[in-house]
T-cell receptor
Framework: GAVVSQHPSRVICKSGTSVKIECRSL??????MFWYRQFPKQSLMLMAT?????????EQGVEKDKFLINHASLTLSTLTVTSAHPEDSSFYIC????????????FGSGTRLTVV | QKEVEQNSGPLSVPEGAIASLNCTYS??????FFWYRQYSGKSPELIMF????GDKEDGRFTAQLNKASQYVSLLIRDSQPSDSATYLC??????????????FGKGTRLSVIA
């Protein structure tokens, strides 16, 4: 089945620094990837849709200058949290769909970001 | 704005019983419906997806879809303690080359008691 690899799984950073999260589709090409954020005891909220070779589409209320998304190849999308603050601490998850298969949407393993 | 509603629970069932999870959605144009299971601190994992009205069975799981009522459910037969998790209902609009995101409900927490 379709596999999406996400790294790192856990990161702790100081306030004001930047953190990059990588999401790779291992056995299929993902022209589109989705980035979600999940706060404790809440559901997954879509942050942005990442399209290979073009600018990402951000959901209302998500700062595009703070959450930089790059989708430079058909298998890799990155999310960079710039100038991170404690309120950015959350569980970030990427997702992609294998258009060739019938596997539904596959999720990466998630990144637990803690900003101290 | 698409909305997906789920009872947050917790839903407690004894081991071996049938667990019934329900979900309603507001966008009548929704075409694809998914059930994910999420353990605490982990990423969601796909259980089933359903596109057509009626029932779809996969092992101990049965998804039921009623588009007229905008209702989708998941039945878990012979519930096991390992089924204890949060179950997320998700819907999307018609598939367009993979660029349509999922909209999630808040999830129902299921507890299977041994």
């Amino acid at each position: 089945g379709a596999v999406v690899s996400q790294h790192p799984s856990r990161v702790i950073c100081k306030s004001g620094t930047s953190v990059k999260i990588e999401c790779r589709s291992l056995d299929f090409q993902a022209t589109t990837m989705f980035w979600y954020r999940q706060f404790p005891k809440q559901s997954l909220m879509l942050m942005a849709t990442s399209n290979e070779g073009s600018k990402a589409t951000y959901e209302q209320g998500v700062e595009k200058d703070k959450f930089l998304i790059n989708h430079a190849s058909l298998t890799l999308s990155t999310l960079t949290v710039t100038s991170a603050h404690p309120e950015d601490s959350s569980f970030y998850i990427c997702s992609a769909r294998d258009g060739q298969g019938d596997y539904g949407y596959t999720f990466g393993s998630g990144t637990r970001l803690t900003v101290v | 704005q698409k909305e997906v509603e789920q009872n947050s629970g917790p839903l407690s069932v004894p081991e071996g019983a049938i667990a019934s999870l329900n979900c309603t959605y507001s966008d009548r144009g929704s075409q694809s419906f998914f059930w994910y299971r999420q353990y605490s601190g982990k990423s969601p994992e796909l259980i089933m997806f359903i596109y057509s009205n009626g029932d779809k069975e996969d092992g101990r799981f049965t998804a039921q879809l009623n588009k007229a009522s905008q209702y989708v459910s998941l039945l878990i037969r012979d519930s096991q303690p390992s089924d204890s998790a949060t179950y997320l209902c998700a819907v999307t609009a018609p598939f367009k080359g993979g660029n349509t995101p999922l909209v999630f409900g808040k999830g129902t927490r299921l507890s299977v008691i041994a």
